[in-house]
């Protein structure tokens, strides 16, 4: 029965594609501060001041499907923590104040600029690359020396999708990569689930930056990436929010493990990206990008897209 949904699903978004050409720019909405989009295969809005800042609103039009959790939560690509070395700048940068503008190709600027407590210049550039994929392009200028500068990125979905990411097979198993349920079990109960790079970056964590209030978290560290890449799918109609970087710009996934009914970390349904991950000195600039993908999306077709993605030119 999914097999065939995705298949209709196929067929219809193909269809789409023919019968007229997609609208790939953000507009400004009747709400100060938002904006909206509608590419054909997707629609919603993001807002962009204020408090919880992030896109509330992303429906999957062929299935009507909704993909971000907004209301209690702020949903998609909401920039999270600002952290280094035994350090957290603020509490939230979601928060901040911004500047944000329509660029004259239909992409979404949005810019934090620097204050006394947090003194660095964030910039991002949202552009949907498809009617099926957004991009992202985030630039960091501090005002000061950050070690191992970490830029939280955090995403949040309806209860129901299921967390997975890609992963190396363990040392003691024999496979290859592939993605792995992060499913609940007692050793991890009450804690995030943490999927590092390496073993050097997986220490980052412990360095007392995610020890501040409010709320600190404490991590279990699971297995290591494959690569940056994963997703919370939709198990009734196999809809996927497919989060992806290139292997020098993420350094880790974090996810609440999921779980039925749900606890006080399940509960979250969220999906997290550490991005940039080393020193960055006052005046230097630095990048990271991630890529969304929405749709009927397998595990086959999930990697299919990365090694797509990693051809392709990088911006900037």
């Known amino acids: 029965m999914k097999a065939c949904f995705v298949c209709a699903l196929t067929t219809l978004l193909a269809g789409q594609a023919l019968a007229a050409e997609p609208n790939l720019g ?25 408090k919880f800042q992030g896109i509330p609103e992303l ?8 993909v971000a959790m907004g209301g209690r939560l702020p949903g998609l690509f909401s920039f999270y923590r600002a952290l ?5 700048y603020d509490a939230a940068v979601r928060d901040w104040p911004t500047a944000s503008k329509v660029l004259p190709d239909g992409a979404l600027e949005v810019s934090f600029p620097p204050a006394e407590d947090h003194p660095l210049q964030i910039t991002a550039i949202h552009r949907w690359v498809r009617p099926d994929t957004l ?14 500068f970490e830029l939280f990125m955090s995403n949040y979905f309806p209860p129901g999708f299921q967390s997975l990411v890609y992963v190396k097979p363990g040392n003691h198993s024999r496979g290859k990569p592939s993605f792995v349920p992060a499913d609940w ?17 997986g220490l980052m ?8 209030p409010p709320n600190p978290v404490q991590w279990s560290v699971v297995r290591y990436l494959a690569a940056p890449l994963a ?3 939709d198990p009734k109609s196999g809809i996927a929010a497919l989060m992806m970087s290139p292997p020098e710009d993420c350094f880790a996934i974090a996810t609440p493990y999921n779980r039925t009914p749900p606890d006080g970390v399940a509960g979250h349904n969220s999906l997290y990206q550490s991005l940039i991950g080393h020193d960055i000195a006052a005046g230097e600039t630095a990048y990271a990008r991630i ?26």
Request: aromatic share 12%.
């Open 205 to 212: 964590i412990f360095d007392g930056r995610w020890e501040y």
């Open 231 to 233: 997703m919370r799918r």
């Open 84 to 88: 280094s070395t035994n350090k957290r």
């Open 185 to 201: 079990s007692p050793p991890v109960d009450g804690t995030y689930l943490y999927f590092p790079r390496d073993r050097q970056v």
């Open 26 to 50: 953000f507009k400004p909405a009747q709400e100060s501060g938002y904006f909206q989009f509608d590419t054909g295969t997707v629609r919603g809005k993001i807002q962009l001041t204020g």
């Open 291 to 316: 890529r969304l993908v929405v749709g009927p999306i397998t595990d086959e077709k999930a990697v299919e897209l990365y090694e797509q993605y990693l051809k392709e030119p990088k911006q900037p």
């Open 135 to 148: 991009d992202v392009v985030i630039t960091v200028k501090p005002q000061q020396d950050m070690p191992q």
């Open 59 to 66: 429906v999957f039009v062929p299935a009507n499907v909704e």
